[in-house]
Every structure is written in structure tokens, then in C-alpha cells.
């Protein structure tokens, strides 16, 4: 640890070192370049203006001028006319030149008077420092001044920009010896500050080797010996009894917090911290589950912006006078029924409030549970309610007169029977259902011919349905293949279904027992009518014990109202599922899917599920 201490300290210096040196680097050579190029600049404009001042008064003789002249200066030498067409130049051929009045430098010179560049020539092939000048003085010609002023006019000098290039690394080459002097100057600065910086680090290496046993002894519990007695050694005395403290601390805060965490992942109920201000500072997984959050989601989040639950943040505001405040309500987007208590954390004054902690107790369930026990003694009480009533008035007629008419009496005595067999069948019904939600049924699955089932199934019904005027159908193909299920408790199935169908069925209609394989193999039984129907809106709640689509439609045909609550467990309990459809006035497709499964002689424990498809099938 050491050794990186002064290895990091020693390249941190070395890094800070050549930052400096190539910063200056940069910086000189930036001045010196552009220094250079100034005054290389001033040099091609002086000798331009000498160029201009010479200029033959001949314009046949301006090539041989700039060719001879060129040569001698070692630069490049153009003359330009005022519409940019190149008159003379010292290197290359006029007629292979274009029009130079786009040029930057000739731009540049036209408004300014001298124009400056350096670009790559397109005619040459290589960088060059451009510098042009307009001529604004032209000297006149020979005859114009032979003649004199009477003579004819004089003719103006065609040249109107003088422009002198010279190859970049010919103005750049005193630059190379420059950087070389400066250079060396630099790198010997430099290696004296890198050899400071070494001793430094070695220095702080060796302290810091010192450091790091005294907080090894001191993490042992052990009392470090200071290597040297200098202004160091009361740190690590410090430091030893630092660390022997914070580990104690530590230890404790480590076991509390795993202690806590196993408390609260344990939990039934949800746990939400907030800040006086309402930022969520914990989250348990049960409540992240509640609030339909992804795990973490609620970090750096305020609890308004998780939940928009009114009810909640009135609580949190009951909380933040009163000592608790407690009520239930619905919780978006699951719409489960919660239980929610709220207290304040309070801060070492007693006034002082720190946030809240809330806690969450999905009681959907139980909500649920109560209102079924609650419906059901409803139900329950009106349905032995009706029948008992009947013959309680049969008993007292007969008490009080009938028994003196034999033939009223008989009536009397026919109707009380009759509603004794509707009571049976309620309580017969409800051991049954009972037994099938207990997962007490037995049930024997073997190989089952399904033709014969249904034709057993008819032959109980058929008298009730020709006397509603209904005709029972069945329609299976002759390969249909057997289903795998209890003999008995599948003709209670269809027994439950055909006679429902016939109760719903107008005369005239039908009902019609078929047979479909699905793709997925599940293998079902339809039991289709052109009855009445059933409303969208009541299809989801069928199947439910004493749920009735219409108040009184049940009963007045003498049904229980368990019947489809049978038929649903006994399904589920074969591990298939029931799916009903329905259209008012054109009838209703129930269907029992069961899958193929293997024959067996012990109970099926496999739990099925019940699916509800609005419009028809």
C-alpha cells in the first residue's frame, strides 16, 4: 500500500511536470511561430513593395522581370491584374494559371491594401506563405513620357497586385533550432523536478509504511509502536484507538442491521419509511408487491409519486398531530383492499417529527371472504326460508280444517312433501359443494365412452324436457375418443348442465350435447341450448354459490342456485376448467375441458381453473 502511496505521488508529480513542460513547450512555440511568420510576412511585403516600385514601364517586359528578379530572391513572384488574371509569374506558365481574383490574399489585399494566407498552391503542389499588395502608384509608360502632356493619353500600367510566396518550410526552418534550444532547456527543468519529486515519495512511502503497520497492529487490537518519534506518531496512537472503537461500532451497527433486514423481510404486511418531507427512505418487497412497483423502483421518489391515494396522505397528515391514525381503502392499480396504520417517527424532542413509517395489510381476501359468509347466510336463510314457510302453512291448514277433507289434505300433504324434497336437495347440495371445496371428493378417473354417459344423462331428463317441449340432441362423432374421468361425478356434470339448460330453454328449442378436441389436447364436453341467454355482464359471477342472473328466474324453476358451482369444482377438481358463453335471446355454450391425462384409481389432486369467454362460441 505503501509503495502505491509514493508510486502514485511520484507519477502524480511526473504528470504535473510534463503538463508544465509541454504546456510551456506549446505556449513558446506558438510565440516564436507566430513571431517568425510576422516578420517572415513583413519581409515578403517589403520586398513585394520593392517589386512594385521596380516594375518595368513596359508591360511586354513584365515575364522577364519577374522570372529574373524571382530568381535572384528565391521566392515565387506573381503579378495580377485588377480582374484577377495572372500577368507574369516567375515559375509557371501564365496560360496554365486561372483567374486569381477569388484568391484569399488578393481578396484580402483588394479591401486592405495587403492580403496574407498560407494555404496548400493548387498550382504548385506544396504549402505556401502568400503576401500581395495592391500597387497603387503605377508608373507611366515610356512614350507618355517622352511625348509630354500634349501627346496622346496615357495608357494605365496593367499590373494591380504584386504577390510574393514563399514555401512554408523554408519561413519555418529557423523554428526547428528554436524548439531544439528550448527543448533542452525544458527537459533539464524537468528531470530536476522529477528527481525532487522521487525523494518526496520516497520520503511519504516510508511514512506511509509506518502508517499502515500501526493500522494493521491497531486492527488486531495490538498498540502500534511509532517507528519514529516525530510529529506523526500521535496520529497512529489516534488511529489505533479510532479503529479499535469504530470496529466495536461497526460490529454492533452490522448485527443490528442484519437483525432488522430479517425482521422486515419476514413480515406479512407491507413497510413504507418517509421523510417528514415524503421521500421514501425504505421499501419492503410486500409493498413494493402492494403499490405494483419493480424492486428499488421508489428510490429518490417521494411517496406521492408512487401512490396517488388520496386516503394514504390523509392519513400521513392525521399521523403528523395525533399519535397514530389507522383506516382501510383501495390501492391503485391492483384495487386491493388495504389496512393501513400510520405513525410519526419522532426525533429526540418530542415535537420533532422525523418522517412516518407505514404499514400495509392487504386484507382483499379476508374482505372477500366476509362478504361470501355474509352472502351466503343471506342465501342460505332465504332459500330454507321459502320451503319451510310452505309447509309450516301446510301443517297449520291441516291442523286447523284440512283434515276433515281428504282430498285437501292430500294436497296440503303433496305440497309439504314437495318442499321437503327442495330442502333436501339445497342441504344435499350444500355437503356436496362443501365436500368439493374441502377437497374431499374422491375420484375414480378411468376411460369414459362419452356417448353413453350422455345417453345416460338423457334418459334422466328426457320426460322434464318433453314436458317443457325441448328437444335434447347429441352430436358426437363416432371415433370420438374417451375421456379420462369419474364416471359418476362426470354424469353429475352433465346432469347439472342439461338440466339447466332445459329450465332456460322456450319450448320449441333445443339442447345439444357435443364433443371437441383443442389443439392443446384438452378434450371437452358442450352443452349448448337456444334459451334465453345470459347478459355479458353476469358471466364473469356464474358459478358462484346461489348467484342468480335474474332475482327469482332460479327458483321459480326450482333450481338451488349451486348447481354451475357444483359442476365448477367437480371440473376443477379433474384439473380442467369450465368456459361459458352467451348471447341474450340466442342461448348459451357451456363447455368442459378436461384434459387427456392417464387412468388412475386414486384421488386427482390437481386444481383446475375457471374461465369465462363473453359472446358465443
Known amino acids: 500500500m505503501a509503495h502505491a502511496f509514493g508510486g502514485r505521488v511520484a507519477a502524480l508529480t511526473l504528470v504535473v511536470v510534463a503538463l508544465t513542460v509541454a504546456a510551456v513547450a506549446a505556449g513558446a512555440a506558438l510565440l516564436v511561430t507566430g513571431t517568425l511568420h510576422d516578420a517572415v510576412a513583413r519581409r515578403l511585403e517589403a520586398e513585394a513593395r520593392f517589386v512594385a516600385a521596380a516594375l518595368p514601364r513596359d508591360p511586354a517586359e513584365l515575364r522577364s522581370f519577374v522570372r529574373t528578379l524571382g530568381g535572384r530572391l528565391d521566392e515565387r513572384i506573381t503579378l495580377v491584374s485588377a480582374d484577377g488574371r495572372v500577368l507574369a509569374d516567375s515559375q509557371l506558365d501564365v496560360g496554365l494559371l486561372d483567374n486569381h481574383a477569388d484568391r484569399p490574399e488578393i481578396v484580402e489585399a483588394r479591401t486592405r491594401g495587403v492580403g496574407i494566407a498560407r494555404r496548400r498552391s493548387a498550382s504548385v503542389g506544396r504549402p505556401l506563405l502568400y503576401v500581395a499588395i495592391r500597387v497603387d502608384h503605377v508608373p507611366a509608360p515610356r512614350a507618355a513620357a517622352a511625348t509630354g502632356p500634349s501627346s496622346s493619353p496615357v495608357r494605365e500600367h496593367p499590373v494591380a497586385y504584386v504577390r510574393l510566396a514563399l514555401p512554408v518550410d523554408r519561413a519555418e526552418a529557423p523554428i526547428g533550432r528554436l524548439r531544439l534550444a528550448l527543448g533542452t532547456g525544458l527537459v533539464a ?302 354424469i353429475q356434470i352433465l346432469v347439472n348442465l342439461v338440466d339447466n339448460a332445459v329450465k332456460f330453454t322456450r319450448p320449441g328449442g333445443t339442447v345439444t350435447v357435443s364433443g371437441e378436441t383443442r389443439p392443446d389436447g384438452m378434450r371437452g364436453v358442450v352443452v349448448a341450448d337456444t334459451g334465453i341467454g345470459v347478459p355479458k355482464a353476469d358471466l364473469p359471477r356464474l358459478g358462484e354459490r346461489f348467484y342468480r342472473v335474474e332475482k327469482g328466474r332460479s327458483r321459480d324453476a326450482g333450481g338451488t342456485g349451486l348447481g354451475l358451482a357444483i359442476v365448477k369444482h367437480l371440473v376443477q377438481a379433474h384439473g380442467g376448467r369450465l368456459e361459458i358463453s352467451s348471447e341474450v335471446g340466442r342461448g348459451t355454450t357451456v363447455r368442459v375441458l378436461l384434459p387427456p391425462g392417464d387412468a388412475e384409481g386414486s384421488p386427482d389432486r390437481e386444481r383446475g381453473q375457471m374461465s369465462v369467454s363473453k359472446g358465443r362460441a
Open 189 to 490: 527543468g524537468a528531470a530536476a523536478a522529477v528527481a525532487a519529486a522521487v525523494l518526496a515519495s520516497r520520503w511519504l512511502r516510508r511514512r506511509a509504511e509506518g502508517l499502515a503497520v500501526a493500522a494493521e497492529l491497531a486492527s488486531r487490537g495490538r498498540a502500534p509502536a511509532a517507528p519514529r518519534g516525530d510529529e506523526l506518531e500521535p496520529v497512529e496512537r489516534a488511529l489505533a484507538d479510532a479503529a479499535a472503537h469504530l470496529g466495536t461500532h461497526l460490529a454492533a451497527l452490522a448485527e443490528q442491521r442484519r437483525r432488522v433486514e430479517a425482521i422486515i423481510d419476514s413480515m406479512d404486511e407491507g413497510l413504507i419509511v418517509v421523510t417528514a418531507g415524503g421521500e421514501v427512505l425504505l421499501m419492503n418487497a410486500v409493498a413494493e408487491r402492494m403499490l405494483d412497483l419493480p424492486p428499488e423502483a421508489w428510490r429518490g421518489r417521494t411517496l406521492i409519486e408512487l401512490t396517488r391515494a388520496p386516503e394514504l396522505h390523509a392519513l400521513l397528515a392525521r399521523a403528523g398531530t395525533e399519535r397514530r391514525a389507522s383506516g382501510e381503502m383501495r390501492l391503485a392499480p391492483r384495487e386491493a383492499e388495504v389496512a393501513v396504520s400510520v405513525a410519526p417517527l419522532r426525533g429526540e424532542a418530542p415535537a420533532e417529527a422525523l418522517g412516518h413509517v407505514v404499514v400495509l395489510r392487504d386484507v382483499t381476501r379476508l374482505k372477500r371472504l366476509e362478504r361470501m359468509r355474509t352472502d351466503f347466510v343471506a342465501n342460505v336463510s332465504h332459500e330454507l326460508k321459502t320451503p319451510l314457510a310452505a309447509i309450516r302453512a301446510a301443517l297449520e291448514t291441516l291442523h286447523d280444517w284440512a283434515l276433515e277433507d281428504p282430498a285437501g289434505a292430500r294436497r296440503w300433504v303433496a305440497m309439504s312433501l314437495a318442499h321437503a324434497e327442495r330442502l333436501q336437495r339445497l342441504i344435499d347440495d350444500l355437503l356436496v359443494l362443501s365436500d368439493l371445496e374441502l377437497r374431499q371428493v374422491r375420484l375414480v378417473k378411468r376411460p369414459v365412452d362419452l356417448a353413453s354417459v350422455v345417453d345416460e344423462t338423457f334418459g334422466l331428463l328426457a320426460a322434464k324436457a318433453a314436458e317443457r317441449g325441448v328437444t335434447l340432441v347429441k352430436s358426437l362423432p363416432p371415433d370420438f375418443p374417451p375421456l379420462v374421468a369419474d364416471r359418476n361425478r362426470l
